[in-house]
């Protein structure tokens, strides 16, 4: 199964994202935050990262350009969840190379057709 | 003319963080605060010596501030009816379906104030609502204080003071500055209003199920 790292600072979104992602079978880590995140994606692989974006130590966006700048991450999706829906701050994730955005509060269906989808 | 004389005292506006300058405010004579007015499912943060009111009835609203950063807000929200199927079709779990609407406004709200500077450690909550006041089956105002008690717990964020349950709805009037609350029951003849403005709400949410949007760029 799958592989997918999932950042977030908040545990309740953290459970929420964790238990919709094992229910359908996947493998699941989190982290708490972006430095968190790069540390984890450093010792380990992952075929998916999914982010939150307004976080303590590293935001979202940041984690992103830094994954991208790994070789074992520079073809990996690397999705958004967030409460931001702006068309500026879409443009900004778009820029720093992540594959999609995902507003919240997120439907758990359609998270898991999004996340199966980017996987293809 | 004390009308007159209240229109002269009445001071300029502060101003308004970013992103909330479509929210109506109005002096409010009583308090001598401008003041602002939350519907369910709207929240509302300042760094200004304003108030935030809102009317309660099964919902919820957490009055929260950093006393530090002198940066505040207040939340109004509710769960949707639990209407997952019992046949276990929905692949997403339960919890999932029926939280996450409470935890977006909790997080909503939390993100805004550290955005302006708070610090998540510094936070003083007080949590308010959840009377039982809508004419149905389950408690839903119980259900609602159960909600924001554990994911308060779960966000290791203690809650500083609270007045939850009950059978009369609540008008709330915050001042962030200060952290003061004033919270009056109201009676049960203004129950009717609110609980029509709740059940309203309520269908949104139902309405909203599909989620927040998703775009792909490639």
């Known amino acids: 199964m799958p592989r997918i790292l999932t ?5 309740a979104m953290r459970q929420m994202v964790r238990v919709t992602l094992t229910s359908a079978g996947y493998d699941v880590e989190q ?13 380990s692989t992952f075929d998916l990262v999914i982010t939150d974006v307004n976080m303590p130590e590293m935001d979202g966006l940041t984690l992103v350009r830094h994954l991208r700048g790994m070789p074992s991450y520079r073809h990996t999706p690397l999705l958004v ?8 701050r879409k443009m900004q994730g778009r820029e720093a190379g992540a594959t999609g955005w995902l507003v919240k509060p997120f439907n758990p269906d359609r998270l898991l057709a999004t996340v199966a989808k980017v996987l293809k | 003319m004390p009308e007159i004389a209240q229109r002269t005292l009445r001071p300029v506006p502060p101003p308004v963080v970013r992103g909330f300058e479509q929210i109506q405010r109005f002096w409010e004579p009583d308090t001598q605060r401008w003041t602002v007015k939350i519907l369910p499912g709207e929240y509302y943060v300042t760094r200004s010596d304003e108030a935030i009111t809102t009317v309660l009835g099964s919902c919820i609203s957490a009055c929260i501030r950093d006393p530090v950063a002198k940066v505040g ?4 929200f509710m769960l949707p009816e639990d209407t997952t199927p019992r046949d276990g079709s929905a692949r997403g779990a339960p919890v ?17 104030l550290l955005k302006l500077g708070a610090v998540r450690e510094r936070l003083e909550i007080k949590v308010f609502g959840g009377g039982r006041v809508l004419a149905a089956m389950t408690d839903i105002g119980k259900r609602n204080i159960d909600f924001v008690k554990s994911y308060l717990n779960l966000e290791r964020l ?8 009950g059978d009369q709805p609540r008008k709330v009037i915050y001042f ?3 952290g003061r609350v004033r919270v009056r029951k109201l009676r049960p003849i203004e129950i009717r209003g609110i609980s029509d403005r ?17 775009e792909l760029f490639t």
């Open chain 1, 7 to 11: 950042v977030d600072d908040s545990a």
């Open chain 1, 31 to 43: 982290a708490k935050d972006g430095r968190e995140a790069l540390d984890i994606a450093n010792a």
């Open chain 1, 81 to 88: 969840l967030t409460t931001e829906g702006s068309a500026e």
């Open chain 2, 73 to 76: 807000g207040m939340n109004h």
């Open chain 2, 96 to 112: 999932v379906l029926s939280t996450r609407y409470g935890s977006h406004a909790m997080e909503s709200l939390i993100n805004d």
């Open chain 2, 158 to 165: 203690p809650i500083t003071a609270q007045d939850v349950g």
């Open chain 2, 176 to 178: 962030p500055t200060e």
């Open chain 2, 198 to 214: 709740e059940k309203l709400y309520m269908e949104s949410l139902r309405a909203k199920d599909e989620g927040g949007d998703i």
